[in-house]
Structures are given as structure tokens and as C-alpha cells.
């Protein structure tokens, strides 16, 4: 099968496989931040499934900037034990086990939140849940060379605690995104403007990171191939900093699109006929790969072995991401090499509340609660009550309420 194959990244790393499991936050990290032994099981699973590559659920690099109440944060090396034990789940399996490095920006909780900043004071707005954001205030210059700094940082770490490389989220309307919009990014400095001023965030982060990790370890990016947003970052903005990114070396894009504010990535927004065609943004594949080396991964609704092979094989590109899917079949990998698997059926739970079932937070919270149950060891549950889902966020949102709101903290932590 082509979807076999090893792939050689520019870096000299290789990948075992073209199916990667795609970024999924895991939100398993209340209070302390830290990994926990119950998040470490549910990668193993995920391990012994055979990827080429596993992408974690989005890592925050700044203890002042959570996206969601259970996200892991790294920016010392306070849990490094557990970080090793994390990434030791790989050694001598030739999986590739990549963090995902994020700064939430604008697009935080804000009750989680002292304070909430992005490029420019533009408030996030999701229909009906415009409580869960704060104003945001716009990032100084000094407060921007430390972010791009965190993001070297925490690389550095997860190296030295033995990852095998890292992914910069730059997708899904987070700050790397935000930067590049000029919906989000109105700043007048040498940060925003032109799509060159808007792009030198992202670029000063791949070379932040790259510096620290040095040239034989992989690097990638999840990026936008648009926001789909009138106004927004566009994809032939998007077209041009994929270029960039790749003439800087940088060893694997992987596509998506959207944000909280039109949530495209998991197919919400999209047309009926694209979402029965699987991958969602191929069309962006096909006319960025005529004129780009760098190796692509795309991301968004891939459902059949046959779809994937033949991308593969046609070299539209090189690695298919997954996510739902995963938290399913989470030996997916060697299913389909094995021929025992052709499909990859996911329930679309619903509420019949319009609101809550066309918003995508519903979906995710979902499929969040099935790599919980990877976690406790538990088998997945396809016809899981969408009521039962939303009733365990609310009981875990109000946990976190009584114990971690920024005021009850001690010592930031
Ligand atoms: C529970 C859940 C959490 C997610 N968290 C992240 C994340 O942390 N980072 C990210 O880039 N994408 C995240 N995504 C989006 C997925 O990586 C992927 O882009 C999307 O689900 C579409 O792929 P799929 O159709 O194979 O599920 C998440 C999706 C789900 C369902």
C-alpha cells in the first residue's frame, strides 16, 4: 500500500508511515498542567496502533495563556519526569511523537483567563458564546519577542524530554493565526499590514525554534489554507506563507482551515457536497503542491482507505491526517494496513439544538470524551448520548470553576 510508504522529511527524519494522527487537545490536564499518567495511556493506545506520526492535542507555551481548563503547559521544566515518561511511549518503535505548541491568544476561555491578548484588541465572536471570551488587549513588542521566545523554548524542552519533534499550531484562528489575519492583526508596527509584516510572527518562531533544536530535528506547522472569513486571511495569503515557510526548511505543512468563528476544520461550515467528497481542503493541496517541495499533510475528513491511497498514490500529497476517527478506532493504522478496515464511520451527535450542533464545539467535546475513555482503558462507545456529553463538560467546567480560576491560584500555578 502506498500508504506504507516511509517518507524522508527535509530534516533527515523519517516518517514510518503517511498516516499521521492530527492534533486532538486532549483537555486531561486540570489545574497543575502537567501530563497525567491517564493522557500517557491513551497515547500508548494510540502508539501500539501503528502511526507514522502522532500529533498531541495543542501545548500551551505561556502559564498566563490557556486555551481550555485541561490543557498541558509547558514553559519550565517543572514536569519534565512526566514529560520523558510521556515521550518515552515511542522509544524504539519508530513512531513519531510531535507536540503541538500553541499560544491561544485571543482565543481563550476567559474565566480560566486573567487576562486575555492578541495582535490587536478584536474580540473573538461565536454565536451564542460570546460570554466565554474577554476583550483582549493588543500585545506589546517586548510581549511578542517572549512569546516567539516560549515557543523556542518549550521545543527545546520537549526535545531534551525525548519528543522526536514539534508542530507550531498556526491554524484555527490561535494566535499564530490571529497574526496573520488583518481581520485580527490591524497592528501599524512591522507586525502587521502587508501579508510580509503579518507572516514575520510565524516565521520569527519556526527560526526561534529551529535555533534551539538545531537542523536534524523535525519541525512542522499546522496552517490555514484560509479562514473562510469575509475580510480574513485568504488562501492565496495562505499560498504565500506556506512559500515562505518552506524556503526556511521547515519539514511538514499540514492543512486546514477555519477558527472558533467558523469552525471548518471539522467540516462544520462546509458545503454538503464537499463533506461527502472527504478532505476538505484539497483543492488548496493541488494548487499549492504544483510550486512547493516541502512535504504536505491534509487534514479534514478523510473517511475511506480508498480516498487516502489514492491521494497518496496520485501525490496530491503525503501524509494523511486523521483526528476523530482516532478516538474510535485507535488502532486505525494497522487495521488498514492489515485490509480489515475500509471505512472509518464516526456518529455526528446531536442535541437538536441548531446552535450547539452546527457550532462544532458539540462534536469536539465528543470525541474529547472518547480519548478520556481511552485513558481509563475503557472501549469506545459510538452511541454515546450527545445530552450525556454536554452534562460531563458542564460537571468538568464547574470543577474547574471551584478550582481553577486564576483567583484561587497560589503562585500563578
Ligand atoms: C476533540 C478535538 C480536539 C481538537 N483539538 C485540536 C488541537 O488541539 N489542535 C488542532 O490543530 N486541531 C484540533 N482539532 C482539529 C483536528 O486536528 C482536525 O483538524 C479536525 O478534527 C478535522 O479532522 P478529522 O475530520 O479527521 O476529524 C481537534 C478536533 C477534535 C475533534
Known amino acids: 500500500m502506498n500508504l506504507q510508504k516511509e517518507l524522508l522529511l527535509p530534516c533527515g527524519a523519517k516518517l514510518q508511515n503517511r498516516i499521521a494522527k492530527s492534533a486532538m487537545s486532549e483537555n486531561m490536564s486540570p489545574r497543575h498542567h502537567g501530563p497525567t499518567k491517564a493522557l500517557i495511556r491513551a497515547y500508548q493506545s494510540w502508539v501500539d496502533g501503528g502511526s507514522g506520526l502522532l500529533i498531541t492535542g495543542n501545548v500551551m507555551v505561556d502559564r498566563k495563556a490557556i486555551g481550555e481548563p485541561g490543557n498541558v503547559i509547558v514553559e519550565d521544566k517543572t514536569d519534565f519526569a512526566l514529560l520523558q515518561e510521556w515521550a518515552s511511549i515511542v522509544k524504539g518503535t519508530g513512531v513519531h511523537l510531535w507536540p503541538q505548541l500553541n499560544h491561544p491568544g485571543r482565543q481563550a476561555i476567559g474565566f480560566i483567563n486573567n487576562e486575555v491578548v492578541a495582535p490587536s484588541a478584536v474580540k473573538t465572536k461565536v454565536k451564542g458564546m460570546g460570554v466565554m471570551f474577554k476583550q483582549p488587549r493588543a500585545l506589546t513588542e517586548a510581549e511578542i519577542y517572549d512569546i516567539i521566545n516560549r515557543f523556542g523554548n518549550t521545543a527545546a ?158 501525490g496530491e500529497l503525503d501524509v494523511v491526517g486523521i483526528a476523530r476517527p482516532f478516538t474510535l478506532y485507535p488502532d486505525l493504522p494497522n487495521r488498514i494496513f492489515a485490509g480489515d478496515l475500509a471505512r472509518l464511520d464516526i456518529p455526528s451527535p446531536k442535541t437538536g439544538l441548531q446552535m450547539l450542533d452546527s457550532s462544532g464545539f458539540l462534536d469536539i467535546k465528543w470525541h474529547e470524551v472518547h480519548i478520556h475513555r481511552l485513558g481509563d482503558g475503557k472501549i469506545p462507545n459510538p452511541k454515546l448520548s450527545a445530552y450525556l456529553v454536554i452534562a460531563y463538560n458542564l460537571s468538568e467546567t464547574m470543577r474547574e470553576l471551584v478550582y481553577g480560576l486564576p483567583i484561587f491560584k497560589k503562585s500563578g500555578k
Open 157 to 314: 524542552i520537549m526535545k531534551e524530554a525525548g519528543f522526536t519533534g514539534v508542530q507550531i499550531h498556526g491554524a484555527h484562528g490561535y494566535l499564530v493565526s490571529q497574526f496573520l489575519s488583518p481581520l485580527v492583526n490591524q497592528r501599524k508596527d512591522q507586525w502587521g499590514g502587508s501579508l510580509k509584516n503579518r507572516a514575520r510572527f510565524v516565521l520569527e518562531i519556526y527560526r526561534n525554534i529551529r535555533k534551539k533544536v538545531g537542523d536534524h530535528f523535525p519541525i512542522g506547522i499546522k496552517i490555514n489554507s484560509a479562514d473562510f472569513q469575509r475580510g480574513g486571511f485568504t488562501e492565496e495569503e495562505s499560498m504565500e506563507v506556506v512559500q515562505l515557510l518552506g524556503a526556511e526548511g521547515i519539514d511538514l505543512i499540514e492543512v486546514s482551515g477555519g477558527s472558533y468563528e467558523r469552525p471548518a476544520m471539522i467540516g462544520s461550515s462546509q458545503k454538503k457536497s464537499t463533506q461527502e467528497r472527504e478532505a476538505y481542503f484539497l483543492d488548496y493541496v493541488n494548487k499549492v503542491r504544483k510550486s512547493l517541495s516541502t512535504p504536505l499533510m491534509l487534514t479534514g475528513g478523510f473517511r475511506t482507505v480508498a480516498t487516502m491511497e489514492r491521494a497518496i498514490a496520485e
